[in-house]
């Protein structure tokens, strides 16, 4: 029998999930998504240029950055801006969230405009590109409505939610949504960034330490669909939230 | 006679001031310190070394880091760790937040550690690198405290209260705390940082596009010591705040 | 009814593989592996010491570097080092090749000592990171086996072999072992890091356009069990190669 | 009372000033500039263009650049370039002679044509912002009137001139010109950038140590306009020197 | 009288060398050129543009790239693309192929076309810069005459062949062609190269530790002219094999 | 015939050299020096300590760095400090100026001591390179013998003096000591650094266009023999005038 999670939480529970939309003022589109104690500022800006590479041909692109504030963990990590340098996790990450959200977008029904989504964590405890990937769907559907009303946009280019949540194996067994402390611990981490239709966006599973099962796998893969069904509950609330303001 | 600001407040008011301390759970000491529409994130962390330059002086280090979030402006600029360096203006920022904290710290006093107060711009409207000093002080303060009753600390290292505030010359004359709007239309831009006891710890005056007057100049700093005033008075009771919890 | 693999090849065969050991005369271990027309040289190096965040801890270190040739593709790319940085996908394969190695070899029993596998892409026709993984295995491999022949280490830390290969839904359904044509056309690449004792590695699946479906994702598992099965005969054969020179 | 100046001058007395035209033979104006034991070579660059965010806009455009010989200080500091960037100090600085040159020129009258002032310091010993902005605002009035005799300028941009010249609360009290030895004991640093018509440009207050007093900073100020009156009239001999060539 | 070489060469005698065309299957031109140990693989890339200095000339560029795989040496170098710059050496390398080819190209017969070859060590054993020249004149005679074929060049650009060779004062008197161990060792090395037509291209003769005497410099020549015959035969081999295929 | 050069000077003339001790004032030495309208500040810097690949090895090292300030051109170049990196050239000349000096000290003899000559070029008109070597020798003898007259170097290191001058093949015919305007027309340049017992130390010549000749090479030669002879002298001079003071 395994050992009880150190949160308390049942293998299959989120911790407390928040997403409150207007944060960055400025923003296109912008909301701060709460984790339990992990919180990220997500900020959509929007361009009427699209890159280089996609210029006339009548598509859009969608990208993201990632970064952390240098105390947004137990102990300081370095700036990125003042070391010259976004680390090779940084990259990997902010690769990660930009694909995401473009899998779920009609890049040629949002025309020659590029959105940029910005996700900056304020408090790390775990999961962070995964809150960012929930989050940034939200700022990035809340642009988008600013964009209609304002007629840029004619017809809405999302094709479905996107959200994405952390899996893996501790020593409390096969656990959803870890949190730092778990993390630190786990045998296996996988991210899984699904969509509500059930589709599957991007799958990152790693051991950390020795190799897992393909029957762990399966487990991991049912704990995210149970966990990404209550995030686009939460989704769909904070946008509700956003229209009624 | 002059126009009305456009905010209507008179030249001597400040902005709403809210100073929130604990914002980042992580860090030594930190607060969230708004001032109208500007949000600063001021997160103190502690170390027990001292830069290479100080080994074995029997003496502490305070230094500041500062930030802005892409989006934290009206358009986004680019994320400074993306474009590999610092930008003059940001390091001349953190430069000024670094001497104003350790212009009020006897750093005999503090021992050999090192204290570094990052400041992150999280919404933008103009006096950020103001409001990191007025907020930066209280981050640094709690951490003091903090240190103290985990033994780290003896006495406190702090010899006063530290603020700061912008003041300029408008199309509505002399003026105290411009936001973004009147800033960018200011003749004459100035920023006091002032103690609690009087005294002048920087003072950065510079004419936008044609010089102003000594008589001008008087006039702003009077306007100052009414700002800083205030903004000791908000200080104090966010130190407050902070041990009542 | 799907079309015909743009190759011929059947949906479940792997591209004809060859792994010569000893390309790089000077490395500890070395092979060049050739996957179709890719072509990647690892080369691993041994060193006597371990990072900082290791020291003292009696265990060592496995590292990857990734690089490819300017003209390894069909256009030729600019050079990371004329450019001044690696790429985020750079680094994102070069940390990918580090955990797949590290999930494979006992640190503890590897004693204080960093092997670092070079792996650079002299021809790229698609998979080259999995091909990397694959060769990097035999480059290690080899290293440790030099190692232990000078009686540097006393018993092998390879605890399985690691191998690596990518499958993908295409206009010609799932497929195994894609190259550069059908990777462009795949509607999802996904690249999976297995053991020769049956364990999960590392898991990366990327829907390039639309979300997949659980179905289709378990079927490219099927076919990777299928790919990397070979891979480890071939591995197996290079080391005979090498052992019997 | 306090001790007398390392240097023996009065506490109202500049260090000797000589500013020789012409020193770089193929800059549009050039002056190399002495106060004491600081040298800086003074050189202005024209170009027919205007930086992007002034295009269009039929103004012209100022700006200045700093640096200092590795060895220009008393024990060899690193090169820049080799170090691959500019330190905050060094940005600061050519920030401030940027906006000192431009607060004394009317832009518009410049048409769109950009000046670029690099001012490089051969000798330090104290000053050598100061100097630099002094020995600019020649080398720039004589560009400008090589401009009007090539007939690329019809009437003056200049409004005024400006010079700098440092003042601190040193052992000896409030004194004018700090030179190196001064300006490392002092209590208080400030920099004063004024106008030929008695306007004030830029004012840098800085307590090293402990904070100073109104009073002592109106004394600093009133020494600084002793000081910079004979700065003008040493810019103005300097022009005739370069007319009577 | 001197010892004999570690080699066991005679003093006039290169080590053994092969030019094989194609290794690049992506590039326009490409060889592997093999001297002794060293190893480097030369590939020519065609662009049907100039840079900007030379747009609207009429002419054409040729240039070089030149970089080492971290372990073609005896012990593993840092990859430049993660230190984040070029060596000095290896600029200074690649600046010498670019102007060595350039000697001996008509750029006005090239037309706007712009031809960059890159040499890439894969084992190094002395004589890297050498080997990358002579081999990088074959892979850009090779890319000249497939766009020859592909009409995009009406007659040859080439006007005469180019081969470099290392000679050196050793232990075992003038030699040529230096091996590793003979360039560690040697008091003088001088790099010539020539053209099939006798010219000089280029000669960097570097005293390592005391100066040499004109005498030695004319065998060192007589000796570069021995080897570069051997090298123009070779190249013209490899030519005549790219043919044949 | 050829034609006349363009300074009317004949052949075998050097343009006029002056070589002024001491214009660094902080350098242990340093030296003006002047070949016609190239003028370079040479300035040498002494530390107690070796860089760490010759710790404990009971021997010096002497290095260079080369720089230009950005209007010693005709028009103005970028400053390398805020390009964020030295070019290629730059690079190629300090590696240059540091062997030509290496070559004629006995680093044993120096002793457990770094020396670093900045050689910066304040006028630049052709040469600034050998003007740098020229006057470095002069820095460097200075600062020994400052060194030797503190104790702190018990006889001098030098072995010979070592200056450098260029040569090539122009319109007017073979010439020595090309200002910008012959260099810019040169089909060949060549630079000589030689020894004052008549030591070859290194030498640089390059095609700048089509080859040139073995015969053509001897006159280079020969012409820089005459040229050196006087800037022994002239060394000598600048040496006896720094003893004078």
């Given at each position: 029998m395994s050992t009880p999670r150190p949160s308390g939480r049942a293998s299959d529970a989120l911790r407390s999930v928040s997403i409150e939309p207007g944060f960055a003022r400025h923003a296109e589109g912008s909301v701060l998504i709460r984790?339990?104690?992990?919180?990220?500022?997500?900020?959509?800006?929007?361009?009427?240029?699209?890159?280089?590479?996609?210029?006339?041909?009548?598509?859009?692109?969608?990208?993201?950055?990632?970064?952390?504030?240098?105390?947004?963990?137990?102990?300081r990590s370095n700036r990125e801006a003042a070391k010259g340098k976004q680390s090779g996790r940084t990259q990997e990450i902010q690769r990660l969230i930009g694909r995401a959200l473009r899998a779920c977008v009609d890049l040629k029904a949002l025309g020659e405009m590029t959105i940029t989504v910005d996700c900056d964590v304020l408090n790390a405890d775990g999961g962070t590109r995964c809150a960012s990937i929930t989050g940034a769907w939200v700022a990035?559907?809340?642009?988008?409505?600013?964009?209609?009303?304002?007629?840029?946009?004619?017809?809405?280019?999302?094709?479905?939610?996107?959200?994405?949540?952390?899996?893996?194996?501790?020593?409390?067994?096969?656990?959803?949504?870890?949190?730092?402390?778990?993390?630190?611990?786990?045998?296996?981490?996988?991210?899984?960034?699904?969509?509500?239709?059930?589709?599957?966006?991007?799958?990152?599973?790693?051991?950390?330490?020795?190799?897992?099962?393909?029957?762990?796998?399966?487990?991991?893969?049912?704990?995210?669909?149970?966990?990404?069904?209550?995030?686009?509950?939460?989704?769909?609330?904070?946008l509700a939230a956003f229209r009624a303001k």
């Amino acid at each position: 029998m395994s050992t009880p999670r150190p949160s308390g939480r049942a293998s299959d529970a989120l911790r407390s999930v928040s997403i409150e939309p207007g944060f960055a003022r400025h923003a296109e589109g912008s909301v701060l998504i709460r984790m339990g104690g992990t919180e990220v500022l997500c900020a959509a800006s929007v361009e009427n240029r699209v890159p280089p590479f996609l210029r006339g041909q009548g598509q859009g692109w969608i990208t993201a950055e990632y970064g952390m504030l240098p105390r947004a963990t137990h102990s300081r990590s370095n700036r990125e801006a003042a070391k010259g340098k976004q680390s090779g996790r940084t990259q990997e990450i902010q690769r990660l969230i930009g694909r995401a959200l473009r899998a779920c977008v009609d890049l040629k029904a949002l025309g020659e405009m590029t959105i940029t989504v910005d996700c900056d964590v304020l408090n790390a405890d775990g999961g962070t590109r995964c809150a960012s990937i929930t989050g940034a769907w939200v700022a990035l559907a809340i642009a988008m409505e600013q964009q209609n009303k304002q007629g840029n946009l004619h017809k809405s280019p999302l094709r479905a939610q996107v959200a994405a949540i952390s899996c893996g194996l501790t020593p409390s067994g096969a656990v959803l949504d870890l949190d730092y402390v778990e993390d630190s611990a786990a045998q296996a981490d996988t991210n899984f960034v699904l969509t509500s239709q059930g589709g599957i966006v991007e799958i990152q599973g790693t051991a950390e330490d020795s190799p897992f099962s393909e029957e762990a796998f399966f487990e991991l893969l049912r704990l995210a669909k149970i966990g990404t069904k209550q995030l686009f509950t939460a989704q769909d609330a904070a946008l509700a939230a956003f229209r009624a303001k």
